[in-house]
């Protein structure tokens, strides 16, 4: 399925699921728009927020920051709760190197954090 390029403001359903500023969703593609609908109907999704955490990274010798689009806390199968912080990209710019930097310091974030990190593509998302 193609990545649209559209832009929104997404309203939850259960908004006592949404760990941010309720006022503040907003979805850059298709695909995050889903994801945002997954996160509000699925009874496995605890709490979920978008572009709440801020990372800083370095890049070519600049200071940048960086807004995952997701975190996540999930009940599995065997009950229990795992966090994880997920990106939502189109999967050829899974190797440029803008992402490869800052998804290394995401993996770092997550580490320090006790959160696993998560990169979906159209092939996890359909």
Same mark, same amino acid.
């Not at 359903?13 to 109907?41: A, Q, T």
């Not at 995401?106 to 996890?124: D, I, M, N, P, Q």
């Given at each position: 399925?193609?990545?649209?390029?559209?832009?929104?403001?997404?309203?939850? &359903?259960?908004?006592?699921? +949404?760990?941010?500023?309720?006022? #503040?969703?907003?979805?850059?593609?298709?695909? $995050?728009?889903? @994801? =945002?609908?997954?996160?509000?109907?699925?009874?496995?999704?605890?709490?979920?927020?978008?572009?709440?955490?801020?990372?800083?990274?370095?890049?070519?010798? &600049?200071?940048?920051?960086? +807004?995952?689009?997701?975190?996540? #806390?999930?009940?599995?199968?065997?009950?229990? $709760?795992?966090? @994880? =912080?997920?990106?939502?990209?189109?999967?050829?710019?899974?190797?440029?190197?803008?992402?490869?930097?800052?998804?290394?310091?995401?993996?770092?974030?997550? &580490?320090?954090?006790?959160?696993?990190?998560?990169?979906?593509?159209?092939?996890?998302?359909?």
């Amino acid at each position: 399925m193609k990545n649209v390029a559209i832009r929104g403001k997404f309203i939850p &359903k259960k908004p006592e699921k +949404y760990k941010g500023k309720v006022n #503040r969703i907003h979805y850059r593609s298709m695909w $995050e728009r889903r @994801f =945002m609908l997954y996160c509000d109907r699925s009874p496995n999704i605890l709490e979920w927020s978008s572009e709440e955490i801020h990372i800083p990274y370095v890049l070519d010798d &600049k200071h940048r920051n960086y +807004y995952p689009d997701f975190l996540v #806390r999930v009940k599995q199968k065997d009950d229990k $709760e795992v966090t @994880f =912080m997920i990106e939502i990209k189109p999967s050829y710019q899974r190797n440029w190197s803008i992402n490869k930097s800052k998804w290394a310091y995401a993996r770092a974030y997550c &580490k320090e954090h006790g959160y696993e990190f998560k990169v979906l593509t159209e092939k996890e998302l359909f």
